[in-house]
């Protein structure tokens, strides 16, 4: 049986100007503004290696001065953190494309479609680890797994946020927690999540709900779950804005290869500028 080469149907440059050109912004955790992203990861960036992730330490309150007194020079300065670079792709033969091609009108439309799914899955699953790792800094723990989720359990997990909990912008949750929540009720017997409207999300006491099975859950009897509340700019995305697609033949089959791969960072800051308070409270319940 014939197998379809580079030359009668599959160009690896022409899947990744395809793959570049459709590569959307805001595709991480559902593009909430939990996450920072960026597309300028440097391409010569690979699997492990260690990467700086920046941002801006704030210039601080403004003075109060009189008439004629001078103001102090400050200087805007710059914190860095390190994170290891991982990389996702996939690996797929030139007969796979030949079917994509049997079955669409346009492989490398369709190829493209599933690779940006595919990458939105792998950086949001990256991006939940992040958030929940108990490793580093940047997160706290509530312990309320005596029972369900409930008001006041909600109430301590936002109180660990110290003055910031209004820089609250996801909570991500297991469906399992997700029904609790639902017969759910405040002290005065009024129902805590709120159903979306016109395509939005759910929420909490006015905060947006991601459902995700992705949420930690931790074995035991019983099970326990992990809700993460994570504050804005509290994750950093980078990534290279060009997939590479790389070839390769198979002498002893006679076939041809592709493999796509992108290069990213998923990164949890040990804490936010200006203040100590946690980036991310998980709150562990049954």
Do not use: C
């Not at 960036?45 to 260690?50: E, I, L, P, S, V």
């Not at 797929?92 to 490398?108: G, H």
């Not at 109430?155 to 759910?184: I, Q």
């Not at 308070?277 to 319940?285: E, K, S, Y």
């Amino acid at each position: 049986m014939p197998v379809t080469t580079r030359s009668d149907l599959f160009i690896p440059e022409v899947l990744a100007d395809a793959v570049a050109g459709a590569w959307p912004d805001r595709i991480a955790l559902l593009g909430t503004d939990a996450v920072v992203e960026s597309s300028t990861l440097p391409g010569g960036a690979k699997y492990g290696d260690k990467v700086r992730i920046p941002y801006f330490n704030v210039l601080g309150e403004l003075e109060i001065v009189g008439e004629g007194v001078p103001l102090t020079p400050v200087k805007l300065t710059m914190t860095t953190e390190v994170a290891e670079v991982q990389r996702a792709g996939r690996l797929f033969s030139a007969t796979t494309w030949s079917q994509l091609a049997a079955m669409y009108a346009d492989p490398y439309a369709k190829a493209t479609e599933q690779l940006i799914e595919a990458a939105k899955r792998a950086f949001d699953r990256s991006l939940v680890e992040a958030a929940a790792s108990t490793t580093g800094g940047g997160v706290q723990t509530v312990d309320a797994s005596s029972g369900t989720i409930n008001y006041d359990a909600i109430v301590d997990a936002l109180a660990a946020f110290g003055e910031n909990e209004d820089s609250v912008a996801a909570v991500v949750m297991h469906p399992k927690v997700l029904n609790d929540l639902r017969k759910a009720k405040s002290n005065d017997g009024m129902p805590l999540f709120l159903d979306p409207r016109d395509g939005g999300r759910p929420r909490v006491l006015g905060l947006p709900i991601i459902v995700s099975r992705r949420a930690p859950v931790i074995s035991g009897t019983p099970n326990t779950y992990v809700t993460l509340f994570v504050r804005r700019g509290a994750l950093a995305l980078w990534y290279n804005g060009t997939p590479s697609i790389e070839t390769d033949k198979d002498i002893a089959a006679d076939e041809l290869y592709a493999a796509v791969n992108v290069y990213f960072v998923a990164h949890r800051y040990s804490r936010l500028p200006g203040d100590t308070d946690p980036v991310v409270v998980r709150l562990v319940t049954r």
